[in-house]
């Protein structure tokens, strides 16, 4: 669940969510309005079918709330 949105330019908006790894708070800017993401949440859509133009990090985001840094410290392999 998304817990804020704030518009920060002309289709773009700061997403704040929590991490369902690690609980912590991030957000990320994204390339969408507040409705398409009401929308998205409302709907029960896939991500992908709804933003086909985010990036894989950015789909993640709206669906973990785990930002790309977070990924890896928690999925890499160290050698």
Not at 32 to 54: A, C, I, K, N
Not at 60 to 71: K, M, Y
Request: glycine share 6%.
């Amino acid at each position: 669940m998304i817990h804020k949105i704030e518009h920060v330019a002309d289709g773009f908006v700061r997403v704040h969510k929590q991490s369902v790894f690690t609980g912590k708070h991030h957000s990320m800017v994204l390339p969408t309005r507040q409705g398409e993401l009401e929308y998205w949440e409302d709907s029960m859509s896939l991500v992908q079918d709804v933003f086909p133009h985010f990036t894989s990090e950015q789909r993640e985001f709206l669906i973990s709330g785990c930002t790309p840094e977070e990924w890896n410290k928690l999925f890499s392999e160290e050698a």
